[in-house]
């Protein structure tokens, strides 16, 4: 499939927080996440710990590499097929892992991290 994707014509001021939870969920309407999603600031540390059905988890910030952004992009029907418009630009994203810890030095373990070594692969390659 074929995408455009479109440079920000207007993106909310305000930064929205972007959450990565290891679960998966067929629902895709609307809900309560505040009422669903319980979390907490652990004191002393940049993680938090928080509760998601019942579950434990701790979560911590994620950043892009250096040189990269993270965009989040809004599907929408255009005259030559799906367009991808920018709808948001946050600084970060906040994994939340249930399995192991996600403090400051772990929050390099989770998958988007670990996704993210291949950016740096293919910028060092293609500097070579």
């Given at each position: 499939?074929?995408?455009?994707?479109?440079?920000?014509?207007?993106?909310?001021?305000?930064k929205k927080e972007i959450h990565s939870i290891?679960?998966?969920?067929?629902?895709?309407?609307?809900?309560?996440?505040?009422?669903?999603?319980?979390?907490?600031?652990?004191?002393?540390?940049?993680?938090?710990?928080?509760?998601?059905?019942?579950?434990?988890?701790?979560?911590?910030?994620?950043?892009?590499?250096?040189?990269?952004?993270?965009?989040?992009?809004?599907?929408?029907?255009?005259?030559?097929?799906?367009?991808?418009?920018?709808?948001?630009?946050?600084?970060?994203?906040?994994?939340?892992?249930?399995?192991?810890?996600?403090?400051?030095?772990?929050?390099?373990?989770?998958?988007?991290?670990?996704?993210?070594?291949?950016?740096?692969?293919?910028?060092?390659?293609?500097?070579?």
């Open positions: 499939m074929l995408y455009t994707i479109n440079p920000a014509v207007k993106i909310d001021a305000e290891p679960c998966n969920i067929q629902y895709t309407g609307a809900t309560e996440v505040s009422g669903n999603f319980i979390r907490e600031q652990i004191e002393g540390e940049s993680s938090q710990r928080g509760m998601f059905r019942g579950r434990g988890m701790e979560g911590a910030d994620w950043k892009a590499p250096e040189g990269f952004e993270i965009h989040v992009l809004k599907e929408r029907k255009g005259p030559k097929g799906a367009v991808l418009d920018i709808e948001n630009r946050p600084d970060a994203i906040k994994v939340w892992q249930w399995d192991r810890t996600c403090g400051e030095h772990n929050a390099d373990r989770t998958s988007i991290a670990r996704a993210s070594a291949y950016l740096r692969i293919a910028q060092s390659l293609a500097d070579d």
